[in-house]
């Protein structure tokens, strides 16, 4: 028996972002979704070039033996790329990124996992998480140490221990081979969906949304309305048998979102050759990735050593012990002229600090007096320089209960502000739906005075969509067995569904 996938992907950058660091693929045998990390630098290169690495897995010549050896050789190209990425620009040095990737080979489907984003499958009316995240809270949650409720509001829970990077460490993903049953619906996720919207609510929608098209579009906006801070990315995947797929609209076009579709990724691709960057200077920047090229390894050429998935620990301890075994790995594999060497004081520094211990004590005090008139000097010069740099930021706040645009940054420091408002929308904070309002006094970052405009009319418009008209009074029932002839029935105020506000959303 073959079976077919019915797919949809979506990604929105959310309401706080200002770009978007994720990126999703859903083909007739590929679904992926990667969440890019790195900050301004990179995350959503490190994302893309991901998706770039995988898309050429979407084909059916698969063999069920062999899916899941290739789904993990193409994992281990990305992280190449990664390396040769940050080794052609320094810039996106330290960037990495989660992907959890299902690969469709007859009936059954190829998983590999990494990091904190999710794959979820609905089979039989129950939902069940089928990834274990790559978080610190779930060590804490599977050695026992907090509950999984504990986990949910933990300050620690976003803190990634395994993900794809570019460092020199080989974390493999976590691997298996699910069977791909007819009637199972699989959705992968960012974190933005996940660690905003509860799994009970997941599971409502996709229990009762028909297609998958229309699943993720509630989806995403479902998470908008919990507040998401985060990009958002969504994949949903129905598996269907012959006789389903014939009387079933056929999905057949991929589906490419997020920075990987701002960097111009397509399904076409050699499975033989790495994806890499261009040169650095070429128009890359953190925000949009412009461009990828195919390149192969040169004859006779010495393969680069693996990029690889980088844990990172919250605590002091963990930390240590980590950078311990970091040092001593860098040592044993260094070459010769890179080994470690003690930190030797030569005589001649001794022979100075004997002569600086010579100076006269007065001149000692005037050196002292100096130093410190300079250093008033410097922090005041850079205090200034501190203010003049926040007078270039915008946000979106509240000032006299209105949305308002300010210019500065949300703080003070004793009787010092370093922001005003500079324009009032005339939207008053206390008239918007509760989530929306709570995002203007919690603060909406801008990068530029348009873009503070713009996140400020967004706003407004949402919660425009938000309100709903109230029904008009139902006529008070007459006493009469006749009916009223003066008496008309008042007409049903309509709502929009759920579907109008995701489009517009």
């Known amino acids: ?15 706080v972002r200002s770009n978007n660091q994720d990126s999703a693929y859903a083909g007739p045998n590929l679904l992926v979704v990667a969440d890019g990390m790195g900050g301004h630098a990179g995350g959503d290169v490190a994302s893309a070039l991901t998706i770039a690495a995988l898309v050429a897995l979407d084909r059916p010549d698969h063999s069920s033996d062999q899916s899941m050896s290739e789904l993990e050789r193409s994992i281990d190209r990305a992280r190449q790329d990664l390396v040769d990425a940050t080794t052609a620009d320094p810039d996106l040095a330290g960037m990495g990124t989660t992907v959890t990737a299902l690969l469709k080979s007859g009936n059954t489907l190829a998983m590999a996992h990494l990091g904190d984003s999710r794959a979820y499958l609905l089979r039989d009316g129950t939902l069940a998480q089928v990834t274990v995240d790559h978080t610190f809270v779930q060590h804490l949650v599977d050695t026992g140490r907090i509950t999984p409720d504990e986990a949910e509001t933990h300050p620690q829970r976003n803190v990634v221990m395994r993900v794809l990077g570019d460092f020199d460490l080989d974390l493999t993903p976590d691997l298996s081979i699910r069977e791909a049953v007819p009637g199972d619906r699989w959705m992968l996720c960012s974190d933005g969906l996940s660690g905003f919207v509860p799994d009970s609510e997941i599971a409502e929608v996709l229990i009762s949304v028909a297609t998958p098209q229309d699943a993720v579009e509630r989806l995403v906006s479902m998470s908008m309305r919990a507040g998401s801070t985060d990009n958002i990315t969504v994949v949903v995947a129905d598996v269907l048998d012959d006789a389903a797929a014939a009387t079933t609209a056929a999905t057949v076009t991929p589906e490419i979102v997020g920075s990987a579709a701002l960097a111009g990724v397509t399904a076409a691709g050699d499975p033989a050759s790495p994806t890499a960057l261009p040169a650095s200077g070429s128009g890359i920047d953190g925000d949009t990735v412009t461009s990828f090229t195919r390149s192969t390894v040169p004859s006779g050429g010495q393969p680069a050593p693996a990029p690889i998935s980088v844990g990172v620990l919250p605590d002091d301890a963990a930390r240590d012990d980590l950078a311990d075994t970091l040092e001593q790995a860098m040592i044993a594999g260094a070459p010769d002229e890179e080994q470690y060497q003690p930190d030797i004081q030569p005589d001649e520094d001794l022979e100075e600090e004997a002569r600086e211990e010579e100076i006269p004590p007065r001149k000692r005090v005037w050196l002292t007096v100096l130093g410190a ?13 501190g203010y ?15 949305v308002a ?10 009787p010092l502000t370093f922001s005003t408002p500079v ?3 005339g939207t008053r904070v206390d008239e918007l739906p509760g989530f929306i309002a709570d995002r203007v006094q919690e603060t909406i970052r801008a990068t530029s005075l348009e873009d503070a405009r713009g996140r400020a009319d967004r706003l407004i418009a949402d919660a425009a969509e938000e309100t709903e008209p109230s029904p008009s009074p139902s006529p008070s029932p007459s006493t009469s067995d006749e009916p009223d002839a003066s008496s008309s029935p008042t007409p049903k ?9 995701e489009a517009n959303g």
């Open 405 to 414: 645009v300010f210019r500065g940054i949300p703080a003070t420091a004793g």
């Open 423 to 425: 324009e009032l929308t």
């Open 373 to 385: 008139l300079l250093l008033i000097v410097g922090l005041a010069l850079a205090g200034w320089g």
């Open 388 to 402: 003049r740099w926040t007078q270039t930021q915008y946000y979106v706040g509240e000032s006299d209960g209105q």
């Open 1 to 15: 028996m073959t079976v077919t996938l019915r797919y949809a992907a979506r990604s929105d950058v959310g309401l």
């Open 493 to 501: 105020s309509t709502t929009k569904n759920d579907s109008d506000q």
